[in-house]
Each structure stands twice: as C-alpha cells, then as structure tokens.
C-alpha cells in the first residue's frame, strides 16, 4: 500500500482520497478511523439554561426529541440544541446513528444492547447509568453497525 500526499494551495477545503482495487474489510475499516480522526476533534454548540456549551461530539451519549426539543445527553447532563434529527443526522460522523424516529446514538460508547421482541431494546452507554432505546425497525441497523466495529479473529 502507497501513502502519498499532494499539497495544493488553491484547495478551497482539504481532501483525502482512497484508491484500491476493491472494497474491502481494511479498506472500509480505514475509511472508518479516518473518519473518525476528522472529526475527532468536533464540538457541538448546546444550551442549558441561558449558558451555551462546545460539547466534544465524543461526550454525547444520544440525542432524543420530546415536545419538540432536541435534548443532548451526555452521561451527566441534559443539554438542548436547537438544531433538528434531521439536521443532525446529515452533519454527525459515523458512529452516530438515528435509532428510531425521536432518537440518534452514538454508537461508539455503547456498553450493551437488552432485544426486546416485541417492543423497544433497550441501550446501555460505557460510564453511564442512563439509557436509551431502538425502536424494533432500526434495530437490525443497529446490530449491523455494532457488528462492523466488533474485532475481527
């Protein structure tokens, strides 16, 4: 594998592209860790109060919507956003994924998923006691997504 870097002054904004012969697992899982590295280092905008605060995307457990309000959780605290589910899914990288209709996760900080057959499954987040839950049509997304950041033998 060749690693090479072109500089260009005109560039309105940096990019990294990949070229392979085909699709595959190192080279999705790269994609993934590149990705991640990018946006690594982003903060969210949210309010408590009439204090705002830079959350690092990293802290953020899910977003809900109740009543209208997009509320951001972190394993603390409850914040608001007045940015919408669908805005923030296009603008949240990867590990976030929109579990059912009022919820986005961050899948990344997931301790363990309780499939409930006939209703909800019920999440659990590393460092939390709070929880959230996957309505039963996004659950085999979810499942797929963990399964993609499962380690491989």
């Known amino acids: 594998m060749k690693i090479k870097m072109e500089i260009d002054e005109n560039l309105q ?6 070229r392979c012969r085909e699709l595959s697992d190192d080279v999705v899982a790269m994609q993934r860790r590149i990705a991640e590295a990018v946006h690594a280092g982003m903060r969210l905008t949210v309010t408590r109060g009439d204090l705002e605060y830079f959350l690092p995307l990293n802290e953020i457990l899910f977003f809900e919507t109740a009543d209208s309000v997009v509320a951001v959780h972190t394993a603390t605290q409850i914040y608001e956003t007045h940015l919408r589910l669908y805005e923030l899914e296009k603008m949240l990288p990867g ?3 929109r579990v059912s209709k009022s919820c986005i996760m961050n899948t990344g900080i997931i301790r363990s998923v309780r499939k409930n057959i006939t209703g909800a ?3 659990e987040f590393t460092d939390s006691v709070k929880k959230a839950y996957v309505s039963r049509s996004y659950f085999k997304v ?3 997504k963990l399964e993609e950041k499962r380690l491989k033998k």
């Open 121 to 123: 499954s019920e999440v």
């Open 13 to 18: 904004e940096e990019e990294i592209i990949v």
């Open 95 to 97: 590990s976030f994924l």
């Open 142 to 144: 979810l499942t797929d």
